[in-house]
């Protein structure tokens, strides 16, 4: 089992708005973090500090936060985002994760 | 940007001892905002945090993988390094190192290329 919950799959059309939550109770006082996944890859940081987006990586992709959820919300999907995502935390003890949320986009 | 790049052998027999390595560069193993990670992903599975250590030798393991983990660090070789003994084919996994800061963070975190190891005679 995972410390944090994201729902397992989300589907989009193209051009609209996908939200993909996490919610766990270390979220409360810790920053959430957000991996995308393609097949055969490693896993690339999208979304960092709940809402910081690296320097390299689409405004598409935004994250909030509010109490014991994060989420991350991804606008005008495009069939490139089809992918895994998977939320974390950092807590002083250890690294906790989502079990992932497959996205498709059709 | 800090880069981690991992090495060590793709294959290990069962009962033997996988070995990995990251090296760190873009920034130091040393800093003390820095902590630095080791997770991994079976087939098709999701994310398993695996242990964590800082350069100062403070370490954290996984309750499930206590037993048979340990990390180190060489801060001269710029480097942290991660043991699995006594290995099984549910050792089979592709292996990240990651390196994140506490208690906030100023900088993304950043995570190596993976390792795929398969446990296998």
């Known amino acids: 089992s995972y410390e944090l919950t994201q729902p397992s799959s989300v589907s989009v059309s193209p051009g609209q708005t996908a939200r993909i939550t996490c919610s766990g109770a270390?979220?409360?006082?810790?920053?959430g973090r957000w991996l995308q996944q393609k097949p055969g890859q490693a896993p690339v940081l999208i979304i960092f500090?709940?809402?910081e987006r690296p320097s390299d990586i689409s405004e598409r992709f935004s994250g909030s936060s509010s109490g014991t959820t994060v989420t991350l919300t991804i606008s005008g999907a495009q069939a490139e985002d089809e992918a895994d995502y998977y939320c974390?935390?950092?807590?002083?003890?250890?690294?906790?994760f989502g079990g992932g949320t497959k996205l498709t986009v059709l | 940007q800090l880069q981690l790049e991992q090495s060590g052998p793709g294959q290990v027999r069962p009962s033997e001892t996988l070995s990995l390595t990251c090296r760190v560069s873009?920034?130091?193993?040393?800093?003390?905002?820095?902590?630095w990670a080791w997770i991994r992903q079976a087939p098709g599975k999701g994310l398993e945090w695996i242990a964590t250590?800082?350069?100062?030798?403070?370490?954290q393991y996984s309750p499930s993988l206590r037993s048979r983990v340990m990390l180190s660090v060489d801060t001269s070789k710029h480097q942290f390094t991660l043991k699995l003994t006594s290995v099984r084919a549910t050792d089979t996994a592709t292996y990240f190192c990651?390196?994140?800061?506490?208690?906030?963070?100023?900088?993304?975190?950043?995570w190596g290329q993976g390792t795929l190891v398969t446990v296998s005679s």
């Open positions: 990651a390196g994140y800061q506490l208690p906030t963070s100023f900088r993304p975190d950043s």
């Open positions: 873009g920034g130091s193993v040393s800093s003390a905002s820095y902590y």
């Open positions: 250590i800082h350069h100062t030798g403070a370490t």
């Open positions: 270390v979220l409360a006082q810790k920053y």
């Open positions: 500090k709940d809402d």
């Open positions: 974390y935390s950092a807590t002083d003890n250890n690294l906790v």
